[in-house]
């Protein structure tokens, strides 16, 4: 499950965002997920806003599932752009846990998604010798090679290694059926 902690940063007088801290775990690996989120809902609801032209959502749900799944995003407002590339007509409201299992995404892609995640998690943690020095990954896709480097600087001050090593990770039933 996820464990949210929800939060409003003033970035200029009158102008905020919302973010979430959360903490969750992917396979044996306790992962910070820092989201910035589009909205929350008169319900209290995280909502995230996608605007595309209906025929690439195929191409596009994986990533914004995913991205939406990490950010621990309630419900997906979907605006359809017409022909001239403007949303005319109200969004469509998807619930998040209505998409894996629907016509957009299928379940074991969903499970499969976040099964790679872990594996990219496993082999990071048994690659990086330091896990508080900060590392470049690049992937070129001509020659299907990822490239780790050593950017030589410590990533996190202890006190906040310190503080997601004690985070809770609280059970999300919403999240278990896919996690």
């Known amino acids: 499950g996820i ?3 929800y939060g409003v940063i003033e970035q200029q007088p009158g102008i905020k965002a919302n973010y979430q801290m959360l903490t969750t775990k992917i396979g044996d690996r306790k ?9 929350i809902l008169e319900d209290g609801k995280i909502v995230e806003v996608k605007t595309c032209f209906a025929w690439t959502l195929a191409k596009k749900i994986h990533r914004i599932w995913l991205q939406s799944y990490l950010g621990n995003v309630d419900v997906l407002l979907f605006g359809w752009k017409e022909r001239t590339g403007v949303v005319e007509k109200e969004p469509e409201k998807r619930p998040m846990d209505s998409i894996p299992g ?7 892609d969903a499970n499969a998604m976040l099964g790679l995640i872990g594996d990219v998690l496993d082999w990071l943690y ?3 010798p330091d896990r508080n020095e900060t590392w470049s990954l690049e992937y070129t896709g001509t020659d299907r090679q990822i490239t780790v480097k050593s ?10 290694v310190q503080y997601v ?9 919403k999240k278990d059926d896919l996690v």
């Open 3 to 5: 464990n949210a902690e």
């Open 31 to 39: 992962v910070v997920v820092a989201a910035e989120v589009d909205g």
């Open 102 to 108: 629907s016509d957009l995404l299928q379940e074991t």
């Open 126 to 128: 048994d690659t990086l």
């Open 151 to 160: 950017c030589g600087e410590e990533f996190l001050p202890p006190w906040y």
């Open 165 to 173: 090593d004690n985070a809770p990770i609280l059970d999300d039933s």
